[in-house]
């Protein structure tokens, strides 16, 4: 069972920056897709990017383009999205997820983690 844990999250004023880290436990293939999504209150979640754990190929939502960076360690086993000039409309839920696709599209990840809260105040 695949199993995945976020953690990082916080309050920043605007303009600061978080690190979060999703920790995966129970993958049993080296060739996967990890992505990152956010969930603000009464919005849809919304993919904010991914990458592949082979190639390095990765994706970014327009809105947080040169401004997040998403990366996995040497032991693919800890993902992290380092978030920087964080805005209030940064403000969400922030998951981690798997797939074996290299999409943004939600229905595409199976296995998510709990979730880790990013506030941003102006």
């Known amino acids: 069972e695949v199993q995945l844990v976020e953690s990082g999250g916080g309050l920043v004023q605007a303009g600061g920056s978080l690190r979060l880290s999703c920790a995966a436990s129970?993958?049993?293939?080296?060739?996967?897709?990890i992505g990152w999504f956010r969930q603000a209150p009464g919005k849809e979640r919304e993919g904010v990017s991914c990458?592949?754990?082979?190639?390095?190929?990765?994706y970014y939502a327009d809105s947080v383009r040169d401004r997040f960076t998403i990366s996995i360690d040497n032991n693919k086993s800890t993902m992290y999205l380092q978030m920087n000039s964080l805005e209030p409309e940064d403000t969400a839920v922030y998951y981690c997820?798997?797939?074996?696709?290299?999409?943004?599209?939600?229905?595409?990840?199976?296995?998510w983690g709990q979730g880790t809260q990013v506030t941003v105040s102006s």
């Open positions: 997820a798997t797939s074996t696709k290299f999409t943004l599209n939600s229905a595409d990840f199976g296995s």
């Open positions: 129970g993958l049993t293939f080296d060739d996967y897709i």
């Open positions: 990458t592949n754990t082979i190639d390095d190929n990765t």
